[in-house]
Nanobody
Framework: QVQLVESGGGLVQAGGSLRLSCAAS????????MGWYRQAPGEQRELVAT???????NYSDSVKGRFTISTHGAKNTVYLQMNSLKLEDTGVYLC???????????WGQGTQVTVSS
């Protein structure tokens, strides 16, 4: 089992920055991929960015060049640095992890990001 706890969301003006953090606990040795998804009201959950234990990174086209994903402490924490925020970045940001040994996905409870004009 893996537990994920996000922090760092909030209200920010368009053009501003926020940094999200996600701390993993439990069977973190088994994690292969960590990342972030987001869900806006009335919309489907969408990929923001992921990073694998081998260092491979994937960003959605909508955040490339503005967001940066990184990890610290041997898969214990994953960060999402969000710059040049836009109104359409508003949503609940959920931390995600995948453990291939049991093919399980884990999700955090989410943190709200609101970008205002």
């Amino acid at each position: 089992q893996v537990q994920l706890v996000e922090s760092g969301g909030g209200l920010v003006q368009a053009g501003g920055s926020l940094r999200l953090s996600c701390a993993a606990s439990g069977s973190i040795f088994s994690i292969d991929t960590m990342g972030w998804y987001r869900q806006a009201p009335g919309e489907q959950r969408e990929l923001v960015a992921t990073i694998t234990s081998g260092g491979s990174i994937n960003y959605s086209d909508s955040v490339k060049g503005r967001f940066t994903i990184s990890t610290h402490g041997a898969k214990n924490t994953v960060y999402l640095q969000m710059n040049s925020l836009k109104l359409e970045d508003t949503g609940v940001y959920l931390c995600y992890s995948y453990t291939p040994i049991n093919r399980r996905e884990y999700w955090g409870q989410g943190t709200q990001v609101t970008v205002s004009s």
